[in-house]
């Protein structure tokens, strides 16, 4: 009787030997992509455009820290420019401008106040609309999309409409000239913007997470604190550069609502600087140069955030 043999299986180079261990599908290209060329190097046109619009924004910086240095008759006589055409006026490059700055407006205290005023009408509406896009994300509740393209269609309103109205109501609850006054304004005037912005980024996160939550049992408030957040991180640092930037630049609120006194922001210590008869304009520029540092700052340590978080949402792939 003859012995069968047992001939062992082909084995395929192409397929693993472990069943549970299969090749990973290949990413989709991002959108806007064109497959292996979305990782090109950039083309020379492009790259020009960019270096000239990054001049076109440092110059004037640049220029107005330099005029800064120059004292009145200096900056009258001749442009910022001048200090490479003539190295001789390198040597008259001040701070007196900075020291009188300093004497004739309360600036440091301009700047706490601009600090109280900027860091909760940042913060709130941020936190105040990101439950909102959550709801209207991940939540089922009547009239959702109706109420979505109510609050985004505030963004066409102007702010300046609703200053009298806003006015009377502070009047009579005597909030007018607190930092509670300018808080509710910028925040109410944000508020449709960031509501807009976050939930267009929540919208492309994966739902396949929430749903894992709910099996888990997680709450709404746990799936929103412990993972949406975490995640939406670009969405909320781009509108935060956004809301600190136009409070902390804000004059006509800050006008409105507090004016000039001991609770002034830095943008009111600076108007002060001009008398009426133009006198002071050499101040102007570095009062303005010092106003520019905080927000300068702020842009640069969030703007890896910035185009994530504007871009999210505007394509699907």
């Keep these: 009787m003859s012995q069968s043999t047992t001939v062992p299986p082909v084995s395929n180079p192409g397929q693993t030997k472990d069943p549970r261990t ?8 991002p959108a806007g992509g064109h497959g292996e060329d979305a ?10 455009v960019i270096t000239l619009l990054c001049l076109a924004w440092i110059l004037p910086v640049f220029g107005l820290a330099v005029t800064s240095l120059r004292d009145r008759t200096d900056a009258a006589a001749s442009g910022w420019w001048s200090i490479f055409t003539s190295p001789s006026q390198l040597s008259r490059l001040t701070v007196e401008n900075y020291v009188e700055v300093f004497d004739r407006a309360p600036m440091a205290q301009a700047f706490v106040n ?4 900027t860091i909760p009408a940042t913060i709130i509406p941020i936190l105040i609309a990101a439950f909102a896009a959550y709801a209207f994300t991940f939540m089922e509740f009547p009239f959702r999309n109706f109420l979505l393209v109510l609050i985004v269609a505030l963004l066409v309103v102007p702010n300046q409409v609703a200053f009298a109205p806003i006015l009377n109501i502070y009047g009579q609850l005597g909030l007018n000239g607190q930092f509670a006054a300018v808080w509710g304004a910028h925040i109410g005037f944000g508020m ?6 976050i939930r ?18 997680a709450t709404h408030f746990q799936t929103f604190w412990k993972l949406i957040i975490p995640m939406s991180t670009p969405a909320l640092a781009s509108f935060a550069i956004f809301q600190f930037l136009w409070v902390w630049n ?6 409105i609502f507090l004016g000039p006194g001991p609770r002034q922001p830095l943008t009111i210590a600076l108007v002060s600087l001009l008398g009426q008869q133009g006198q002071g304009d ?11 540092i905080l927000p300068i700052l702020v842009f640069l340590s969030l703007q890896r955030y910035f185009v994530r978080g504007l871009t999210a949402g505007s394509v699907k792939g």
């Design 39 to 48: 990782g090109a190097p950039a083309p020379l046109w492009v790259k020009i």
């Design 114 to 117: 601009s600090l109280a005023i």
């Design 282 to 292: 050499q101040l102007l520029t570095a009062g303005a140069f010092f106003t520019m």
């Design 250 to 255: 804000d004059l006509l609120v800050a006008l």
């Design 192 to 197: 449709a913007l960031a509501i807009y912005l």
């Design 22 to 29: 299969r090749a990973l599908p290949r990413r989709k290209a």
């Design 200 to 217: 267009n980024y929540m919208a492309t996160l994966p739902r396949e997470i929430i749903e894992s939550a709910k099996i888990d049992g």
